[in-house]
């Protein structure tokens, strides 16, 4: 099975909002701390947000401080993205990520478990 299943990727004009799902069948999707990460055409993957499962607290790269949030429901097992004025430098393919160490890292090489990402692109 896909332990990670993103959504809600799309087409949308610069200045405009997405809200990126990731659906988890992990057993215990509570105690993983789990990421955001985004690839562009000819870049690498890079960080995008995380949240902990320890204490919640959350990263951000500072490309999106202030635009971009991360929220998890553990009822749901479901990860959030929400993403506010959008840049046409978003453009790219969000992956939803799952670590079962605690601290949200920053490095992709940590989390064990990956989705197979959804297009967002942002027009100008």
């Known amino acids: 099975q896909v332990p990670l299943v993103e959504s809600g990727g799309g087409l949308v004009q610069a200045g405009g909002s997405l809200r990126l799902s990731c659906a988890s069948s992990?057993?215990?999707?509570?105690?993983?701390?789990m990421g955001w990460f985004r690839q562009a055409p000819g870049k690498e993957r890079e960080f995008v947000a995380s949240i902990s499962w320890v204490t919640g607290s959350v990263k951000y790269a500072d490309s999106v401080k202030g635009r971009f949030t991360i929220s998890r429901d553990n009822a749901k097992s479901t990860l959030y993205l929400q993403m506010d004025s959008l840049k046409p430098e978003d453009t790219a393919v969000y992956y939803c990520?799952?670590?079962?160490?605690?601290?949200?890292?920053?490095?992709?090489?940590?989390?064990?478990?990956w989705g197979q990402g959804t297009q967002v692109t942002v027009s100008s």
């Open positions: 992990l057993r215990n999707f509570s105690r993983y701390s």
């Open positions: 990520a799952a670590d079962r160490g605690g601290s949200g890292s920053y490095d992709r090489r940590v989390y064990n478990y």
